[in-house]
């Protein structure tokens, strides 16, 4: 199979020149915002995200805490409705007394 978009990629070579001058700038870059100059509204958000993830998790472990508590009321109901359990009860406290 030849297929002509694999060998052109293949073919396909780039060349990239280095700029020498880059690190310098970046270097320039970072030492005119500082290192302790991150924005007041930044650090709102990030406080605000922190407080939401910590009250979505702590709702979410209230929460299933209650389903768990839910299911074991409703397991509890049905088994106290349940003529089988109901009719095995009664025997065993009938035969229990002499």
Do not use: C, K
């Not at 990239?16 to 001058?21: F, L, R, S, T």
């Not at 290192?35 to 702590?58: E, H, K, M, Q, Y």
């Not at 409703?74 to 009860?89: F, H, V």
């Amino acid at each position: 199979m030849n297929n002509p978009l694999s060998q052109r990629l293949q073919d396909w070579t780039t060349q990239v020149e280095a700029d020498p001058a880059f690190s310098a700038r970046v270097q320039a870059r970072l030492a005119a915002a500082g290192s302790g100059s991150t924005p007041l509204a930044f650090r709102w958000a990030a406080a605000a995200g922190i407080l939401g993830a910590l009250a979505i998790g702590v709702g979410g472990g209230l929460r299933t805490g209650q389903v768990e508590t839910n299911q074991q009321l409703a397991a509890n109901y049905a088994r106290s409705i349940d003529p089988l359990q109901l009719a095995e009860t009664h025997s065993a406290h009938n035969h229990s007394n002499p």
